[in-house]
């Protein structure tokens, strides 16, 4: 069974920082594209970054230059985010493709306020 674990959500003021990790356990091989994805209530998900097997990586305009995607071994992925804004609230999903299949994470709450 395939399972991703996501930590490093929670409360940060706006202009910090948090660092969320996804590591996936299982049976899971062949490893593509691993990425981050974030969704609020009454709203599609929406994509955050990936980052292929060979490490090219993408980002939604809305986070460029402020998040950092990396792929720390071949079963995880990290997120670095700084200067958040209110709007980067928002539950984020670990998602990643293997061997013709997809899975997600449960999910982690990310809540930037004052």
């Known amino acids: 069974q395939v399972q991703l674990v996501e930590s490093g959500g929670g409360l940060v003021q706006p202009g910090g920082s948090l660092r969320l990790s996804c590591a996936a356990s299982g049976n899971i091989f062949n490893i593509g594209v691993m990425g981050w994805y974030r969704q609020v209530p009454g709203k599609q998900r929406e994509l955050v970054a990936t980052?292929?097997?060979?490490?090219?990586v993408n980002y939604a305009d809305a986070v460029k230059g402020r998040f950092t995607i990396s792929r720390d071994t071949t079963k995880k992925v990290s997120l670095q985010m700084n200067s958040l804004k209110p709007e980067d609230t928002a539950v984020y999903y670990c998602?990643?493709?293997?061997?013709?299949?997809?899975?997600w994470g449960q999910g982690t709450q990310v809540t930037v306020s004052s």
């Open positions: 980052v292929t097997s060979g490490g090219t």
């Open positions: 998602h990643v493709a293997y061997s013709s299949r997809a899975t």
